[in-house]
């Protein structure tokens, strides 16, 4: 906002700290630029309205919701989190970042200003072939409808 960037963020989940970032959002007066959605039995539509996804995890062991906004085709930002490295490739499909709030500002700058970088990263995102796959999951669960 202090750069002038025009942003609007979906918090989608809940957690312990909710009460806590609704204060923050009031305080600095961000209610127009951020919606805390609560928990959602289906969070893709919030995905793939975006055009950048954030996962400012301090800590992260597989970043499901990484790899889900991936097959939306998503540029992703993720913090240096073991998620972040095992689901990102740097500036390929996505963008790591140190796990501080500057850091995560500067990247989601970087992505949203680097033109080239963004399309970049969404261009490998679309020709990612899942087919190999679909198909194994396919096979995983027709035996397991067979048990």
Same mark, same amino acid.
Request: hydrophobic share 35%; with cysteine.
């Given at each position: 906002k202090e750069k002038? $960037? #025009?942003?609007?963020? #979906?918090? $989608? %989940?809940? %957690?312990?700290?909710?009460?806590n970032i609704e204060k923050l959002i009031e305080k600095y007066n961000l209610q127009e630029e951020i919606i805390i959605t609560g928990m959602q039995k289906n969070p893709y539509p919030y995905i793939n309205a975006c055009d950048? #996804?954030?996962q400012p995890s301090y800590e992260e062991s597989l970043g499901l919701t990484i790899l889900e906004a991936h097959r939306l085709c998503k540029p992703v930002i993720a913090t240096k989190t073991m998620g972040g490295f095992k689901t990102i490739e740097n500036e390929v499909n996505g963008v790591l970042c140190e796990i501080n709030a500057q850091a995560i500002a500067d990247t989601i700058g970087k992505l949203i200003t680097d033109k080239e970088l963004f399309e970049n990263i969404k261009t490998k995102l679309k020709n990612i072939d899942y087919s190999e796959e679909l198909e194994a999951y396919k096979a995983q669960w027709q035996n397991l409808l067979k048990e």
């Amino acid at each position: 906002k202090e750069k002038n $960037v #025009y942003s609007l963020w #979906y918090f $989608v %989940g809940d %957690g312990p700290e909710r009460t806590n970032i609704e204060k923050l959002i009031e305080k600095y007066n961000l209610q127009e630029e951020i919606i805390i959605t609560g928990m959602q039995k289906n969070p893709y539509p919030y995905i793939n309205a975006c055009d950048v #996804y954030v996962q400012p995890s301090y800590e992260e062991s597989l970043g499901l919701t990484i790899l889900e906004a991936h097959r939306l085709c998503k540029p992703v930002i993720a913090t240096k989190t073991m998620g972040g490295f095992k689901t990102i490739e740097n500036e390929v499909n996505g963008v790591l970042c140190e796990i501080n709030a500057q850091a995560i500002a500067d990247t989601i700058g970087k992505l949203i200003t680097d033109k080239e970088l963004f399309e970049n990263i969404k261009t490998k995102l679309k020709n990612i072939d899942y087919s190999e796959e679909l198909e194994a999951y396919k096979a995983q669960w027709q035996n397991l409808l067979k048990e």
